[in-house]
C-alpha cells in the first residue's frame, strides 16, 4: 500500500520561486550559489543550463508565470519551457532520494518478512508529477547513463538501480569524491553487466561447496555444535569474490576475524584448510598430552594460518583465534595488521588488509564495535580501512532486531565514521558478487573501512542442537519451506541454459566425494597428529622458543644490562634540546635536573629508567611501541617523550633521535577507550617478537574496561590458542588518598588469572629494577605478557632512584631485594612487602629506631621467584616473625595469592614461624576510602602494625 503526499512539496509553494532563482543564480555564476547546490545544479543538462542565461528572461515559475520559451543556442532548436526546467529539477530531487532512501524500498530479505512500504520521498507525485508529465522529457546531464530520458524511463532505472536486491548507504559520506565514486559505478552497472557466465560458474561451485560441507558435517556429526553456515552460504562466494580481488590488487596478505557462524566453513573453503584436519576435531577427542601444549579450546574458536595461491600469486590468509565474546577480536586483527604493515615497511598501508566479519545483533549491540570503529582513521591506530562483513542473521540467539536495536539496520553504528554500507540479499549471489567487488574496490580506492551487509537467516537455531521455533515460531516456519540459496540458484543457472540438471549433479557428487573420501582415511593415530600438529613457533617467531622448553627460574634472570656506550648516548639525547625547538619553560627545568643526574650516573627517577631501556633497545634494533590515554606526556607529567614547540606545536621524540639505524620509537596519544586500544595493541604484539608493545591505562583500575581482553586473550590465549605475546601493560597503583577510582590496580585480579606460567606480574620499587623488567621482555628466551604494577608517587620519590651501574651488562633484573641495612643475626621480625608501601615501611622503621626489623622487597608476584625468596628468608628461619604487608584490604592485593604459597616455603625451611602474619587494610567492598584523613589514618596504622610498634597488632591468620 503506497500513500502521496501534497504535490505541493519542493518545488510548489513557497519553495519553487527560490530554487528556481537559485538555479538562475547558478546558470549565470555557478560559483554564486553553495556547494551542495552547485553540485546539485551540475546534474542539468548543459543546453538547459544554457536556456536559463538571458538578459531579460521573464519569470518562469508559478500560475501567474509567463509561458514565453526560453531558446537555447545550442540545444537542437527545441524550446526550453519553464514546465521543462521545473520537471528537471523535480527529477534531479527524485534521483537525489532514491541515491539517499532507494534502500527502504529494497528487497533485502530473502525470507520476505520484513514488509516494507513504499517510501513516500520515492514516488514520483510527492514531487509533484502527474500520470501525464510522466511521459514528459527532461534534461539531465547523462544522469544514469541515460540521455533526455522521460520521467518514466528515470523512475524505472532509479528502481532497478537502487531498490532490488542491493540496497545502497552512502549519501551520509561528507567526501564528493567517494559519493561521486559510488553513485557512479552503481548507476552506471546495469544487473546483467555485473557478472558474466564464468562468474555464475564460479558462484554455483562456492555455493556448492559451502552448502555441501554443511550437510555432510550434519549427516557425519549429528547433533555436535559447530555453528554451521547454513541460510548464509552466499559468504563463501563473496569471500571467494573479496580473496581474488585483493590478490589482483598486489595484496600479500590478509588477517581476518570473525565470530563463530560459518567459522569451519571458511577454513575449508576459503583457507583450504585440509578437510581432515577439521574431521579430526569433530572424531579426535583424545589428544596425547606429550605432544599438545596447553589446554586448547573448542574448535569454532581456533585460528589458523596459511600461504595460498591465488590467481597466479602467493597471498597469506591469516584467521585470528576468538572466543564467544563476539566482538573481542576485533581490534586484534587491526593491531596485527598495523604490526605488519609496520614491521615491513608497508606505509602506504595496502599490502596487508583487515577484514572483519560479524553476526547482526553483535555489530549492533557490543560497544567494542564502535569503538574499534573510532580506531579507523586514528594516525596512530589506522590500517588503511577495514572490510566489514555483517553475517545478518536477522536474529541475535533468541532475540529479534526490535528488540535488540532502536535503528533500521544492524549496520548504522557504521555511518559515525562515514563507511559506505552496501546491504545485499544473500539469495541473489550475483548481486552478493558484485557488492563485495565494489566494497573491495572502493577500499583500494580510499583506504576506508566499508560495510557488506549480507542479509540471510539462520536455517538452523543458535547452533545444531538448539530448537528455534520456541521463540520465532512464524520465522522457522517461513524458513522451513524455503529452499536454500544453492536450490535457487541453480534452478535459474539451469533455466537460462548455462547448465543442465545432470551438470550441477556431477558438481555436487564431485565435491562431495572428495568429503567422504578423506573422511574414510581418518583413523585415531592420524587424528591425534592433526590435532596437535603445531603452527604458532613460525614465520617471524621461528628462533622464540615454546614456553614448555624454558625453566621459569632460570628465565626470571637473564643479564638484561645495556651497554655503557648505548646508556651514554641515550643520556645525551634525553636532555638536549634542539636549537629550532622552544619548549615550555618548566620542562627545561625537568630536563636540567635530569641532565645532573645522568652525568652523575646517580638519582636516576623513574622516567629516566623506562627511557634508558626503551632507549637501549631502539640502538639493539628493536622497536618500541607504547599507547594510551595520554602517555607522550604521561598522566603525571613524568615522562615528558614528547616535546611540543610552544609556538608551533611541532612535536619532537628525542627517543627517535639517538642514531641514523636505530629502530623506530612509536608512542600514541590513544582516544579514550581500554577494551578496543589494548586489543590493537595485544593484537601488534602477535605479529613481532621483537618489538616491545606496551599499553599504559591513566589510572590501573582503568583496565577494567579491557576485562574481557585481558581474560580472553592476555591470560588465556598461550593455553587455548598456542600463541604467544610479549604484551606490556602499565597500571598505575597506590593508596595515597585519592579515591577508590584512583588507588588500586586491582592485582589481585590479574593474580587469580596466573597459573601455568601464564603471564609475569611485577610490582617493582626501583627503576633499575623496571629497567630490567621492560628489557627482558625481549631478551627472554620465549614471551609472556607482563603485567607491572606501576608506581605513581615513586615517579618522583626521593628514595626510588638506581644508579646507571645498576642498568649495565651482567646486571640482571632483582625478583627479590634483600635488607642490607641490618644485621640479619639481630633481626626478629621480618617484613615482606610489595611496591610503594616499602618506603613507608622504611622510614618510620628508621623514624622509630627499630634496627631488628628487615625489610624484604618482592618485586615479582608471579612466577613467584620461590628460590630467590627461599635464600633471602632461611638465614631469618630459626628465630624471627614473618609478616606481610601490604596497603589494600585484606580481600584485595596480593595476600590471598601469597598466603599459602608462603606456608609452604616457610615449612621448606623449617622456619620457627610456621604461617606469615598479614598487617594491612581490612576486608573492604571498595579498593579504598575517598576521604583524605582517613586514608592518612588507616596508611599510618598498617605501617605501625607491620613494625609492632606499641599500640598496634598483629591479625593472627587461622
Given at each position: 500500500?503506497?500513500?502521496?503526499?501534497?504535490?505541493?512539496?519542493?518545488?510548489?509553494?513557497?519553495?519553487?520561486?527560490?530554487?528556481?532563482?537559485?538555479?538562475?543564480?547558478?546558470?549565470?555564476?555557478?560559483?554564486?550559489?553553495?556547494?551542495?547546490?552547485?553540485?546539485?545544479?551540475?546534474?542539468?543538462?548543459?543546453?538547459?543550463?544554457?536556456?536559463?542565461?538571458?538578459?531579460?528572461?521573464?519569470?518562469?515559475?508559478?500560475?501567474s508565470?509567463?509561458?514565453?520559451?526560453?531558446?537555447?543556442?545550442?540545444?537542437?532548436?527545441?524550446?526550453?519551457?519553464?514546465?521543462?526546467?521545473?520537471?528537471s529539477?523535480?527529477?534531479?530531487?527524485?534521483?537525489?532520494?532514491?541515491?539517499?532512501?532507494?534502500?527502504?524500498?529494497?528487497?533485502?530479505?530473502?525470507?520476505?518478512?520484513d514488509n516494507?512500504?513504499?517510501?513516500?520521498?520515492?514516488?514520483?507525485?510527492?514531487?509533484?508529477?502527474?500520470?501525464?508529465?510522466?511521459?514528459?522529457?527532461?534534461?539531465?546531464?547523462?544522469?544514469?547513463?541515460?540521455?533526455?530520458?522521460?520521467?518514466?524511463?528515470?523512475?524505472?532505472?532509479?528502481?532497478?538501480?537502487?531498490?532490488?536486491?542491493?540496497?545502497?548507504?552512502?549519501?551520509?559520506?561528507?567526501?564528493?569524491?567517494?559519493?561521486?565514486?559510488?553513485?557512479?559505478?552503481?548507476?552506471?552497472?546495469?544487473?546483467?553487466?555485473?557478472?558474466?557466465?564464468?562468474?555464475?560458474?564460479?558462484?554455483?561451485?562456492?555455493?556448492?561447496?559451502?552448502?555441501?560441507?554443511?550437510?555432510?558435517?550434519?549427516?557425519?556429526?549429528?547433533?555436535?555444535?559447530?555453528?554451521?553456515l547454513?541460510?548464509?552460504?552466499?559468504?563463501?562466494?563473496?569471500?571467494?569474490?573479496?580473496?581474488?580481488?585483493?590478490?589482483d590488487e598486489?595484496?600479500?596478505?590478509?588477517?581476518?576475524?570473525?565470530?563463530?557462524?560459518?567459522?569451519?566453513?571458511?577454513?575449508?573453503?576459503?583457507?583450504?584448510?585440509?578437510?581432515?584436519?577439521?574431521?579430526?576435531?569433530?572424531?579426535?577427542?583424545?589428544?596425547?598430552?606429550?605432544?599438545?601444549?596447553?589446554?586448547?579450546?573448542?574448535?569454532?574458536?581456533?585460528?589458523?594460518?596459511?600461504?595460498?595461491?591465488?590467481?597466479?600469486?602467493?597471498?597469506?590468509?591469516?584467521?585470528?583465534?576468538?572466543?564467544?565474546?563476539?566482538?573481542a577480536?576485533?581490534?586484534?586483527?587491526?593491531?596485527?595488521?598495523?604490526?605488519?604493515?609496520?614491521?615491513h615497511?608497508?606505509?602506504?598501508?595496502?599490502?596487508?588488509?583487515?577484514?572483519?566479519?560479524?553476526?547482526?545483533?553483535?555489530?549492533?549491540?557490543?560497544g567494542?564495535?564502535?569503538?574499534?570503529?573510532?580506531?579507523?582513521?586514528?594516525?596512530?591506530?589506522?590500517?588503511?580501512?577495514?572490510?566489514?562483513?555483517?553475517?545478518?542473521?536477522?536474529?541475535?540467539?533468541?532475540?529479534?532486531?526490535?528488540?535488540?536495536?532502536?535503528?533500521?539496520y544492524?549496520?548504522?553504528?557504521?555511518?559515525?565514521?562515514q563507511?559506505?554500507?552496501?546491504?545485499?540479499?544473500?539469495?541473489?549471489?550475483?548481486?552478493?558478487?558484485?557488492a563485495?567487488?565494489?566494497?573491495?574496490?572502493?577500499?583500494?580506492?580510499?583506504?576506508?573501512?566499508?560495510?557488506?551487509?549480507?542479509?540471510?537467516?539462520?536455517?538452523?537455531?543458535?547452533?545444531?542442537?538448539?530448537?528455534?521455533?520456541?521463540?520465532?515460531p512464524?520465522?522457522?516456519?517461513?524458513?522451513?519451506?524455503?529452499?536454500?540459496?544453492?536450490?535457487?540458484?541453480?534452478?535459474?543457472?539451469?533455466?537460462?541454459?548455462?547448465?543442465?540438471?545432470?551438470?550441477?549433479?556431477?558438481?555436487?557428487?564431485?565435491?562431495?566425494?572428495?568429503?567422504?573420501?578423506?573422511?574414510?582415511?581418518?583413523?585415531?593415530?592420524?587424528?591425534?597428529?592433526?590435532?596437535?600438529?603445531?603452527?604458532?613457533?613460525?614465520?617471524?617467531?621461528k628462533?622464540?622458543?615454546?614456553?614448555?622448553?624454558?625453566?621459569?627460574?632460570?628465565?626470571?634472570?637473564?643479564?638484561?644490562?645495556?651497554?655503557?656506550?648505548h646508556?651514554?648516548?641515550?643520556?645525551?639525547?634525553?636532555?638536549?634540546?634542539p636549537?629550532?625547538?622552544?619548549?615550555?619553560?618548566?620542562?627545561?627545568r625537568?630536563?636540567?635536573?635530569k641532565?645532573?643526574?645522568?652525568?652523575?650516573?646517580?638519582?636516576?627517577?623513574?622516567?629516566?629508567?623506562?627511557a634508558?631501556?626503551?632507549?637501549?633497545?631502539?640502538?639493539?634494533?628493536?622497536?618500541?611501541?607504547?599507547?594510551?590515554?595520554?602517555?607522550?606526556?604521561?598522566?603525571?607529567?613524568?615522562?615528558?617523550?614528547?616535546?611540543?614547540?610552544?609556538?608551533?606545536?611541532?612535536?619532537?621524540?628525542?627517543?627517535?633521535?639517538?642514531?641514523?639505524?636505530?629502530?623506530?620509537?612509536?608512542?600514541?596519544?590513544?582516544?579514550?577507550?581500554?577494551?578496543?586500544v589494548?586489543?590493537?595493541?595485544?593484537?601488534?604484539?602477535l605479529?613481532?617478537?621483537?618489538?616491545?608493545?606496551?599499553?599504559?591505562?591513566?589510572?590501573?583500575?582503568?583496565?577494567?574496561?579491557?576485562?574481557?581482553?585481558?581474560?580472553?586473550?592476555i591470560?588465556?590465549?598461550?593455553?587455548?590458542?598456542?600463541?604467544?605475546?610479549?604484551?606490556?601493560?602499565?597500571?598505575?597503583?597506590?593508596?595515597?588518598?585519592?579515591?577508590?577510582?584512583?588507588?588500586?590496580?586491582?592485582?589481585?585480579?590479574?593474580?587469580?588469572?596466573?597459573a601455568?606460567s601464564?603471564?609475569?606480574?611485577?610490582?617493582?620499587?626501583?627503576?633499575?629494577?623496571?629497567?630490567?623488567?621492560?628489557?627482558?621482555?625481549?631478551?627472554?628466551?620465549?614471551?609472556?605478557?607482563?603485567?607491572?604494577?606501576?608506581?605513581?608517587?615513586?615517579?618522583?620519590?626521593?628514595?626510588a632512584?638506581?644508579?646507571?651501574?645498576?642498568?649495565?651488562?651482567?646486571?640482571?633484573?632483582?625478583?627479590?631485594?634483600?635488607?642490607?641495612?641490618?644485621?640479619?643475626?639481630?633481626?626478629?621480625?621480618?617484613?615482606?612487602?610489595?611496591?610503594?608501601?616499602?618506603?613507608?615501611?622504611?622510614?618510620?622503621?628508621?623514624?622509630?629506631?627499630?634496627?631488628?626489623?628487615?625489610?624484604?622487597?618482592?618485586?615479582?608476584?608471579?612466577?613467584?621467584?620461590?628460590?630467590?625468596?627461599?635464600?633471602?628468608?632461611?638465614?631469618?628461619?630459626?628465630?624471627?616473625?614473618?609478616?606481610?604487608?601490604?596497603?589494600?584490604?585484606?580481600?584485595?592485593?596480593?595476600?590471598?595469592?601469597?598466603?599459602?604459597?608462603?606456608?609452604?616455603?616457610?615449612?621448606?625451611?623449617?622456619?620457627?614461624?610456621?604461617?606469615?602474619?598479614?598487617?594491612?587494610?581490612?576486608?573492604?567492598?571498595?579498593?579504598?576510602?575517598?576521604?583524605?584523613?582517613?586514608h592518612?589514618?588507616?596508611?599510618?596504622?598498617?605501617?605501625?602494625?607491620?613494625?609492632?610498634?606499641?599500640?598496634?597488632?598483629?591479625?593472627?591468620?587461622?
Amino acid at each position: 500500500m503506497t500513500r502521496t503526499i501534497d504535490p505541493e512539496s519542493f518545488l510548489s509553494g513557497a519553495n519553487a520561486p527560490y530554487i528556481i532563482d537559485l538555479c538562475q543564480m547558478y546558470a549565470q555564476d555557478p560559483s554564486s550559489v553553495d556547494e551542495e547546490w552547485r553540485r546539485f545544479f551540475d546534474q542539468l543538462d548543459p543546453s538547459l543550463r544554457a536556456g536559463l542565461i538571458q538578459d531579460d528572461r521573464p519569470p518562469i515559475w508559478g500560475k501567474s508565470a509567463s509561458r514565453q520559451n526560453l531558446t537555447a543556442s545550442n540545444y537542437s532548436g527545441s524550446p526550453v519551457t519553464p514546465e521543462t526546467i521545473r520537471d528537471s529539477i523535480r527529477t534531479l530531487m527524485l534521483i537525489r532520494s532514491y541515491r539517499v532512501r532507494g534502500h527502504l524500498n529494497a528487497k533485502l530479505d530473502p525470507l520476505g518478512l520484513d514488509n516494507r512500504l513504499d517510501h513516500t520521498e520515492l514516488l514520483p507525485q510527492s514531487y509533484g508529477f502527474t500520470a501525464a508529465d510522466m511521459q514528459n522529457t527532461v534534461f539531465v546531464d547523462n544522469v544514469l547513463g541515460m540521455e533526455t530520458p522521460t520521467v518514466q524511463e528515470v523512475y524505472d532505472k532509479l528502481k532497478a538501480v537502487y531498490c532490488n536486491t542491493i540496497g545502497i548507504e552512502f549519501m551520509h559520506i561528507q567526501h564528493p569524491d567517494q559519493k561521486s565514486w559510488i553513485q557512479e559505478r552503481v548507476e552506471n552497472t546495469s544487473s546483467d553487466q555485473r557478472v558474466d557466465n564464468e562468474d555464475r560458474l564460479e558462484i554455483l561451485k562456492n555455493l556448492i561447496a559451502g552448502d555441501s560441507f554443511e550437510r555432510f558435517l550434519q549427516v557425519k556429526y549429528p547433533g555436535v555444535k559447530r555453528f554451521g553456515l547454513e541460510g548464509g552460504e552466499s559468504l563463501i562466494p563473496a569471500l571467494t569474490a573479496m580473496v581474488d580481488r585483493l590478490a589482483d590488487e598486489g595484496v600479500d596478505k590478509i588477517v581476518i576475524g570473525t565470530a563463530h557462524r560459518g567459522r569451519l566453513n571458511v577454513l575449508s573453503n576459503i583457507f583450504k584448510k585440509p578437510n581432515e584436519e577439521i574431521f579430526a576435531y569433530f572424531q579426535g577427542g583424545d589428544v596425547d598430552p606429550e605432544s599438545f601444549q596447553g589446554s586448547g579450546d573448542v574448535k569454532y574458536h581456533l585460528g589458523y594460518s596459511v600461504k595460498r595461491e591465488v590467481r597466479g600469486r602467493d597471498i597469506h590468509l591469516s584467521l585470528m583465534p576468538n572466543p564467544s565474546h563476539l566482538e573481542a577480536v576485533n581490534p586484534v586483527v587491526l593491531g596485527k595488521v598495523r604490526a605488519e604493515q609496520d614491521t615491513h615497511g608497508d606505509a602506504s598501508r595496502r599490502r596487508t588488509v583487515a577484514v572483519l566479519m560479524h553476526g547482526d545483533a553483535a555489530f549492533a549491540g557490543q560497544g567494542l564495535v564502535a569503538e574499534t570503529l573510532d580506531l579507523s582513521g586514528l594516525k596512530g591506530y589506522t590500517t588503511g580501512g577495514t572490510i566489514h562483513v555483517i553475517i545478518n542473521n536477522q536474529i541475535g540467539f533468541t532475540t529479534s532486531p526490535p528488540l535488540s536495536r532502536c535503528s533500521p539496520y544492524s549496520s548504522d553504528i557504521a555511518k559515525s565514521i562515514q563507511a559506505p554500507i552496501f546491504h545485499v540479499n544473500a539469495d541473489d549471489p550475483e548481486s552478493v558478487v558484485w557488492a563485495m567487488r565494489l566494497a573491495v574496490d572502493f577500499h583500494r580506492q580510499f583506504a576506508m573501512d566499508v560495510v557488506l551487509d549480507l542479509i540471510c537467516y539462520r536455517r538452523n537455531g543458535h547452533n545444531e542442537i538448539d530448537e528455534p521455533s520456541f521463540t520465532q515460531p512464524a520465522m522457522y516456519r517461513h524458513i522451513n519451506d524455503h529452499p536454500s540459496t544453492f536450490k535457487i540458484y541453480s534452478k535459474k543457472l539451469v533455466e537460462n541454459g548455462l547448465l543442465t540438471d545432470v551438470q550441477v549433479k556431477e558438481l555436487v557428487d564431485d565435491y562431495e566425494n572428495g568429503l567422504r573420501q578423506v573422511f574414510e582415511t581418518l583413523d585415531e593415530k592420524k587424528t591425534r597428529f592433526l590435532i596437535s600438529k603445531p603452527q604458532w613457533l613460525e614465520g617471524a617467531w621461528k628462533d622464540i622458543k615454546s614456553p614448555k622448553l624454558v625453566n621459569d627460574e632460570e628465565d626470571m634472570v637473564p643479564k638484561t644490562g645495556a651497554k655503557v656506550e648505548h646508556l651514554e648516548k641515550i643520556a645525551e639525547v634525553l636532555t638536549r634540546v634542539p636549537a629550532d625547538l622552544k619548549i615550555n619553560s618548566r620542562l627545561q627545568r625537568v630536563l636540567k635536573a635530569k641532565q645532573e643526574s645522568l652525568e652523575a650516573g646517580e638519582n636516576l627517577d623513574w622516567a629516566c629508567g623506562e627511557a634508558l631501556a626503551f632507549g637501549s633497545l631502539l640502538m639493539e634494533g628493536k622497536r618500541v611501541r607504547l599507547s594510551g590515554q595520554d602517555v607522550g606526556r604521561g598522566t603525571f607529567s613524568h615522562r615528558h617523550a614528547v616535546w611540543v614547540d610552544q609556538e608551533t606545536e611541532r612535536k619532537y621524540l628525542p627517543l627517535n633521535n639517538l642514531s641514523e639505524d636505530q629502530a623506530i620509537f612509536s608512542i600514541v596519544d590513544s582516544p579514550l577507550a581500554e577494551a578496543s586500544v589494548l586489543g590493537f595493541e595485544y593484537g601488534y604484539s602477535l605479529a613481532d617478537p621483537y618489538a616491545l608493545v606496551l599499553w599504559e591505562a591513566q589510572f590501573g583500575d582503568f583496565a577494567n574496561g579491557a576485562q574481557v581482553i585481558i581474560d580472553q586473550f592476555i591470560s588465556a590465549a598461550e593455553h587455548k590458542w598456542q600463541r604467544l605475546s610479549g604484551l606490556v601493560m602499565l597500571l598505575p597503583h597506590g593508596y595515597e588518598g585519592q579515591g577508590p577510582e584512583h588507588s588500586s590496580c586491582r592485582v589481585e585480579r590479574y593474580l587469580q588469572l596466573c597459573a601455568e606460567s601464564n603471564m609475569r606480574v611485577v610490582n617493582c620499587t626501583t627503576p633499575a629494577n623496571y629497567f630490567h623488567a621492560l628489557r627482558r621482555q625481549i631478551i627472554s628466551k620465549t614471551r609472556k605478557p607482563l603485567i607491572v604494577v606501576a608506581p605513581k608517587t615513586l615517579l618522583r620519590h626521593k628514595l626510588a632512584v638506581s644508579k646507571i651501574e645498576d642498568m649495565l651488562e651482567a646486571t640482571t633484573f632483582k625478583p627479590v631485594i634483600e635488607d642490607t641495612t641490618v644485621k640479619k643475626d639481630k633481626v626478629n621480625r621480618v617484613i615482606l612487602c610489595s611496591g610503594k608501601v616499602y618506603y613507608e615501611l622504611y622510614q618510620e622503621r628508621e623514624a622509630q629506631h627499630l634496627d631488628d626489623v628487615a625489610l624484604i622487597r618482592l618485586e615479582q608476584y608471579y612466577p613467584l621467584p620461590e628460590k630467590h625468596l627461599i635464600e633471602t628468608l632461611k638465614p631469618y628461619a630459626s628465630r624471627a616473625e614473618f609478616i606481610w604487608c601490604q596497603e589494600e584490604p585484606e580481600n584485595m592485593g596480593a595476600w590471598f595469592f601469597l598466603d599459602r604459597r608462603l606456608e609452604r616455603l616457610l615449612e621448606g625451611m623449617e622456619a620457627r614461624s610456621t604461617r606469615f602474619k598479614y598487617a594491612g587494610r581490612v576486608e573492604a567492598a571498595s579498593p579504598a576510602t575517598g576521604n583524605a584523613s582517613r586514608h592518612e589514618s588507616e596508611q599510618k596504622a598498617l605501617v605501625h602494625q607491620a613494625l609492632g610498634v606499641r599500640g598496634t597488632q598483629l591479625k593472627e591468620v587461622s
